[in-house]
């Protein structure tokens, strides 16, 4: 069966965001969780210029299962993409899928106004809430940057506060 629209394909993955928060992803066929995670993060970053960076806490749930695509018309309410049901792997029209959770992505990623890394430069889209370590730096409020290379810790400016204008 060849994929309804709403499908990409990824490191050679054919996926697709399975939510508006895009904190659930499906792809055609059983895959190991390095390339759906890969292809999911490829995703976030084509479509929706958006990063996943994985919380220790909170990894990414792979689930291999079997279900049913069923192409959806489209209309004014949606995109007119699919629907997926479950299904036992002998029934007529099932195939092999991988679905990828990735809990409270939406809580985390793009909380604060993208910025580089004092000491390496490195540019990070990812807020984090950290509280005590921001009022130790005496920073104005409790979201933080934290570098992925280097592991400088430095406040983050939230992305509901208007970014002062660059002179050129």
């Known amino acids: 069966m060849t994929a309804p629209a709403g499908f990409t394909t990824l490191y050679c993955l054919t996926i697709a965001c399975c939510d508006e928060d895009a904190e659930a992803f499906l ?7 390095r390339r759906m995670t890969a292809a999911a993060n490829r995703l976030l970053r084509t479509e ?17 299962t079997f279900g049913t695509l069923t192409a959806q018309p489209l209309d004014e309410d949606s995109e007119g993409a699919w629907n997926f049901e479950f299904a036992d792997q002998d029934e007529a ?3 092999a899928v991988t679905l990828l959770d990735i809990p409270g992505l939406g809580d985390f990623e793009l909380l604060a106004v993208p910025s580089r890394c004092p000491d390496c430069a490195r540019l990070t889209t990812t807020g984090h809430y950290m509280s ?12 933080g940057h934290e570098c992925r290379t280097c592991g400088t810790i430095w406040p983050g400016i939230p992305r509901s506060v208007p970014t002062p204008a660059v002179a050129a």
């Open 132 to 143: 005590a370590k921001m009022r130790a730096l005496g920073a104005p409020s409790p979201l």
């Open 27 to 33: 792809a055609l066929g059983h895959h190991d969780a």
């Open 93 to 95: 029209g099932a195939q």
């Open 48 to 64: 929706r210029l958006e990063r996943y960076r994985p919380m220790v806490s909170e990894l990414p749930r792979i689930t291999h």
